[in-house]
T-cell receptor, first 112, second 109 residues
């Protein structure tokens, strides 16, 4: 079975902190994604990566950056956390182009 | 911006009825289409995918795709209370994947 693991289920950070959310997949998938999910807004794509060191902006990249130094790991970075970044963050991976995505368990981030 | 639109619901159907969920998308170049189910507090899980125009059936689920109309739907036959969840439509072009806001379905016993 594909396993996508996010480093934390719950996280509380202070405004202005630099925050790292980590995601690891164990199935040698090419693509990895970061989404945030808010009530009524569904999953919104923040960034995705289709190869090591390659990244593409999604629909809401402002205030975020990403890093993919190894194929299995995709990190989301909040450069200076703000309260409007309080959300559920979901990482996903997929084998290649146009194939299904498998999700991690999610990280509930609260910025106070 | 590439958009995926769904009716947010809630959609309520009696047990045993057919539930019909709809989705439209803006990018004509979209290549793959997915339906995910998400239970409250859980991550999305794949129900079905469809790549070609027409219908695709898997058990009680049927996905329908019409690329000319940029429309994809999911039919759930013989709906069960355990089908109560939020259903997310996802559309993929090349390496990206974008989701609609989801439709909340309630199946009443």
């Amino acid at each position: 079975d594909v396993k996508v693991t996010q480093s934390s289920r719950y996280l509380v950070k202070r405004t202005g902190e630099k925050v790292f959310l980590e995601c690891v997949q164990d199935m040698d998938h090419e693509n990895m994604f970061w989404y945030r999910q808010d009530p009524g807004l569904g999953l919104r794509l923040i960034y995705f990566s289709y190869d090591v060191k390659m990244k593409e902006k999604g629909d809401i990249p402002e205030g975020y950056s990403v890093s993919r130094e190894k194929k299995e790991r995709f990190s989301l970075i909040l450069e200076s956390a703000s309260t409007n970044q309080t959300s559920m963050y979901l990482c996903a991976s997929s084998l290649g182009r146009v194939t299904e995505a498998f999700f991690g368990q999610g990280t509930r981030l609260t910025v106070v | 911006q590439k958009e995926v639109e769904q009716n947010s619901g809630p959609l309520s159907v009696p047990e045993g009825a057919i539930a019909s969920l709809n989705c439209t998308y803006s990018d004509r170049g979209s290549q793959s289409f997915f339906w995910y189910r998400q239970y409250s507090g859980k991550s999305p899980e794949l129900i079905m995918f469809i790549y070609s125009n027409g219908d695709k059936e898997d058990g009680r689920f049927t996905a329908q795709l019409n690329k000319a109309s940029q429309y994809v739907s999911l039919l759930i036959r013989d709906s069960q209370p355990s089908d109560s969840a939020t259903y997310l439509c996802a559309v993929s072009f090349n390496n990206d994947m974008r989701f609609g806001a989801g439709t909340r379905l309630t199946v009443k016993p």
